[in-house]
């Protein structure tokens, strides 16, 4: 019995001593940031939409359709620099930077859940005026596009691109993000080494994450915001609902999936197009996870094929 009681004793002070490690890195001084502004490079944007400032670009010309794209998790808007290029003689295609992420504002008191940040998007669409808007999300941000497709009436379609809707993606360790654990991961995100390492296990060629790459995305992780905007992301990375709201997704829907993905299967796929009436599923060959860098050109040629299926006002039903 004494023998028990020592090592209980000595268990709990080594957790003790573990958890205040973990406290102490945890607080450990971030490096000082500078603001968004000064980071921006010469082709980005901002509008306020509900006193969040938003980083977006844009390509091609405001007279054609509207795309409007949404990045994944730990990601920012440079997730679409290479099929932009490709989709700009036919749409007129804006990337934006979500609340907490890239060069967008990281606010402590914002609601970091898909709803919420679905509702800031639709937001973007609303500051911007776009009209015959089609909304494209990667991962976490199709979660985001399936909000709008049912609570935003001025989205005639949506794309996903290997959505984390009925797979998320988020281990399930993050019920328990309990303090300190919301800033060690906003911490353990904020190195460009551990950001690497994250991104090449869902490529399929982990080449194209080139230095480039990288220090677009870590521009992110050097505004005066970071820390602590971060941290209260981090709070809100769950798992969401979207899988039951399927079934009311009435928009067409086209769903572009890399099938070489590690994450998910064909059946996931499959489940997916039968969840949302009339959808279309185009599969393209060797692309992972990020099937729009890894297959730019063929995963714009995907929604440059599907002009006659959105649900633009001045156009024919789509099929």
């Known amino acids: 019995m004494i023998i028990l009681r020592k090592t209980l004793l000595t268990m709990a002070v080594l ?86 992420f890239g060069l967008s504002d990281k606010p ?87 950001r690497e390492s994250f991104l090449k296990s869902s490529y399929l060629n982990p080449g194209i994450i080139t230095d480039e790459m990288l220090d677009e995305l870590m521009l992110g992780a050097q ?6 905007g971060s941290t209260a992301l981090m709070s809100y990375y769950r798992s969401g609902n979207e899988v039951e709201l399927l079934p009311e997704v009435k928009l067409p829907t086209l769903i572009v999936w890399g099938v070489e993905d590690k994450r998910k299967t064909d059946a996931e796929a499959a489940e997916l197009q039968n969840s949302i009436a009339g959808s279309r599923l185009v599969r393209i060959e060797e692309a992972a996870h990020y099937v729009h860098e890894e297959q730019p050109q063929r995963s714009a040629q995907a929604i440059i094929d599907a002009l006659d299926f959105w649900a633009f006002p001045d156009a024919a039903p789509a099929n």
């Open 15 to 100: 957790l003790m001593i573990v958890y205040g490690g973990l406290v102490a890195y945890a607080y450990w001084p971030y490096p000082e940031g500078m603001p968004a502004a000064e980071l921006a490079g010469p082709n980005d944007r901002f509008v306020e939409v509900d006193g969040i400032n938003l980083r977006y670009r844009a390509w091609g010309s405001p007279d054609k359709p509207a795309i409007v794209l949404i990045h994944g998790f730990a990601n920012s808007l440079q997730s679409f620099n290479r099929i932009a290029p490709f989709l700009q003689d036919d749409y007129y295609v804006l990337a934006l930077d979500l609340p907490g």
């Open 108 to 194: 402590v008191d914002h609601n970091y859940g898909n709803a919420s940040q679905a509702q800031v998007v639709s937001g973007f669409i609303k500051a911007l005026k776009l009209q015959n808007v089609v909304v494209g999300g990667h991962s976490m941000g199709g979660a985001h596009a399936v909000h709008l497709a049912i609570d935003d009436p001025t989205v005639d379609g949506i794309i996903l691109f290997n959505p984390g809707i009925i797979t998320t993606g988020v281990p399930a360790a993050t019920e328990y993000f309990v303090f300190p654990l919301p800033r060690l991961a906003a911490k353990t995100f904020g190195q460009r080494e551990f």
């Open 223 to 228: 505004t005066d915001d970071y820390i602590e």
